[in-house]
T-cell receptor, first 115, second 116 residues
Framework: AQSVSQHNHHVILSEAASLELGCNYSYGGTVNLFWYVQYPGQHLQLLLK??????LVKGIKGFEAEFIKSKFSFNLRKPSVQWSDTAEYFCAVNALNFGNEKLTFGTGTRLTIIP | GAGVSQSPSNKVTEKGKDVELRCDPISGHTALYWYRQSLGQGLEFLIY????????KSGLPSDRFSAERTGGSVSTLTIQRTQQEDSAVYLC??????????????FGSGTQLSVL
């Protein structure tokens, strides 16, 4: 069964700092990878996704993530964070084995941006 | 409605009582998921419905938990004989469904369950 690890539980940064949130998954086959974000008081929403092709994917609000198959990683990055990026970020994986459509989430990383 | 609707938004119950949580997915979405969000535990998968296929119940933590999806639309998550460790936010999500198309889940705002 697939699993997802997010090692950073709480990250605190100042505005304009660069961001990288780690995500590692455990599954040897083909995967779809996602980052979801939950802003305070709002629903979870999709930030970006990787299905195939270019391993560097760009999402909303200047976020990007790079799929490195050899490292089983899909780290989230943003070159310059803003106060409005304060939220909880969840990495998720869908392993493409037959009959499994389940999306498995990591434990989340809480990001706090200090103005 | 335009989004996934969950009710109630908050539920306080006594230990040992049964509770029912409701989810109305987006119209036309064939896939429906239930997740549980606990402090420090992230999103824990509970159950997944896809069209008329048998649901994937592999995430249900015990036989006190069950879920139904009637008519391929509304879903009800039932927790019998609630325990304090069941306290969490229960999230429902839906997507268009079908193999390879669960690319975007639309989440509801959740039901905050508190078991006293």
């Amino acid at each position: 069964a697939q699993s997802v690890s997010q090692h950073n539980h709480h990250v605190i940064l100042s505005e304009a700092a660069s961001l990288e949130l780690g995500c590692n998954y455990s599954y040897g086959g083909t995967v779809n990878l996602f980052w979801y974000v939950q802003y305070p008081g709002q629903h979870l929403q999709l930030l970006l996704k990787y299905f195939s092709g270019d391993p560097l994917v760009k999402g909303i609000k200047g976020f990007e993530a790079e799929f490195i198959k050899s490292k089983f990683s899909f780290n989230l990055r943003k070159p310059s964070v803003q106060w409005s990026d304060t939220a909880e970020y969840f990495c998720a994986v869908n392993a493409l084995n037959f009959g499994n459509e389940k999306l498995t989430f990591g434990t989340g990383t809480r990001l706090t941006i200090i103005p | 409605g335009a989004g996934v609707s969950q009710s109630p938004s908050n539920k306080v119950t006594e230990k040992g009582k049964d509770v029912e949580l409701r989810c109305d997915p987006i119209s036309g979405h064939t896939a429906l998921y239930w997740y549980r969000q606990s402090l420090g535990q992230g999103l824990e998968f509970l159950i997944y419905f896809q069209g008329n296929s048998a649901p994937d119940k592999s995430g249900l933590p015990s036989d006190r938990f069950s879920a139904e999806r009637t008519g391929g639309s509304v879903s009800t998550l039932t927790i019998q004989r609630t325990q304090q460790e069941d306290s969490a936010v229960y999230l429902c999500a839906s997507s268009l469904g079908g193999r390879g198309s669960n690319e975007k889940l639309f989440f509801g705002s959740g039901t905050q369950l508190s078991v006293l």
